[in-house]
């Protein structure tokens, strides 16, 4: 294994490790905007040149493999110079408006503009990237502030497989595009998000997002997505309790930094007014059972036809224990009644397998039955 010395520290790495992976695993940083861990090299930004010793130039340090006996110098006057001048360029047609933007506090521009002291471009300001669009109910694209990693082509790329949006165009008017600018909609785009995941500015960023308050304003709380029985973990974003946003926080074994479209964006029953936060109880059970005092007998119209009907209608409240007792007092009846095989359970495919395995476990050997499903089938 290659034995390389970076800012004076002895590093060791696996073969094919670039140095930019070497140096981020022991603890050193280096600026960057086009990289990311999980994304073929770009080298288009030229941010994370290093200065390697015996080499005339400084080098991208995101493709520069590891080799023994290497010394790597990674912050010096010159190369801060450089990356100066590096960032001068990408705010010569980069609004500065941080004051407003929705991703400030998250914009990888920013910060390190902020670490090299850039307050405004030393250059002719004017933004080559004018396009807008918000065509899709998930995400939008301002081109205005778009740098052209491309992170995003990338993910669409190798993570998704999509291919749905490319570099378009050449020198200063090339932007990030579908084909011939059409909608997003009628690309080959199945609306993941991962895209506005590794987006290092405001040139993607969820509907949801705009107007909700800088990021440092926002409450952050992990989860487990509830769609499928994979386990990704979703890290919410929220504003006074309500959910902003989704994204993956990017640690996790199962999903790493990305999700799939009902993971990223499927959250907004959270908050809708049909949810039933409580176990229900149907009136003519609940009044047999002391539960309430008003006698009720079930309409002869089904309430599955019945468009939006009130649950209230039909139903009482109770809380969780006295729903538990019901169901487990009225599953004993029925099995000592009629026998293990006349029962049967049905999971779901928005529980962990580790629920639905529970699950099945107490239907078989806690009941005696094998009448298992699923809603899936997966």
Request: charged share 25%.
């Amino acid at each position: 294994m290659p034995r390389l010395t970076i800012d004076g520290r002895a590093v060791e790495a696996t073969p094919g490790t670039t140095v930019l992976d070497a140096a981020l695993a022991n603890g050193i940083d280096i600026p960057r905007l086009c990289h990311h861990p999980d994304l073929s090299v770009s080298g288009g930004c030229r941010l994370c040149q290093v200065e390697v010793e015996g080499r005339a130039a400084p080098a991208p340090s995101c493709g520069l493999a590891c080799a023994d006996g290497m010394v790597v110098r990674t912050d010096s006057e010159a190369l801060r110079a450089l990356r100066r001048d590096v960032i001068d360029v990408f705010l010569a047609e980069h609004p500065l408006d941080c004051v407003v933007c929705d991703k400030s506090g998250a914009c990888s521009l920013q910060r390190y503009a902020y670490q090299f002291g850039m307050k405004k471009t030393t250059l002719e300001f004017k933004v080559g990237r004018t396009l807008y669009q918000k065509d899709n109910p998930f995400f939008l694209r301002d081109h205005q502030y778009c740098i052209l990693c491309p992170r995003c082509v990338r993910v669409c790329d190798e993570i998704v497989g999509a291919s749905a949006i490319d570099v378009v165009g050449r020198g200063f008017e090339s932007h990030i595009g579908t084909p011939f600018d059409g909608e997003m909609r009628d690309s080959t785009c199945v609306f993941c998000g991962n895209c506005v995941q590794v987006c290092p500015t405001a040139a993607l960023l969820p509907v949801s997002r705009l107007g909700q308050g800088r990021e440092w304003e926002l409450e952050r709380r992990r989860s487990v997505c509830s769609y499928c029985g994979v386990g990704c973990t979703v890290e919410y974003a929220l504003r006074d309790g309500k959910i902003v946003y989704a994204r993956a926080p990017g640690d996790p074994a199962v999903n790493g930094e990305f999700l799939c479209a009902k993971g990223r964006y499927g959250w907004d029953f959270v908050s809708s007014p049909d949810r039933l936060t409580r176990p229900m109880v149907r009136r003519d059970l609940a009044f047999q059972i002391g539960l309430t005092a008003e006698p009720w007998t079930p309409p002869a119209e089904s309430p599955l036809d019945v468009h939006k009907p009130k649950v209230e209608d039909a139903f009482v409240p109770v809380d969780w224990e006295t729903a538990l007792d019901l169901v487990a007092d009225r599953l004993a009846q029925t099995v000592g009644a009629h026998g293990a095989d006349a029962v049967m359970g049905l999971a779901s495919a928005r529980c962990t397998n580790e629920d639905n395995y529970l699950f099945q476990k107490f239907l078989r050997a806690g009941v005696a039955t094998n009448n298992v499903d699923h809603c899936a089938r997966l």
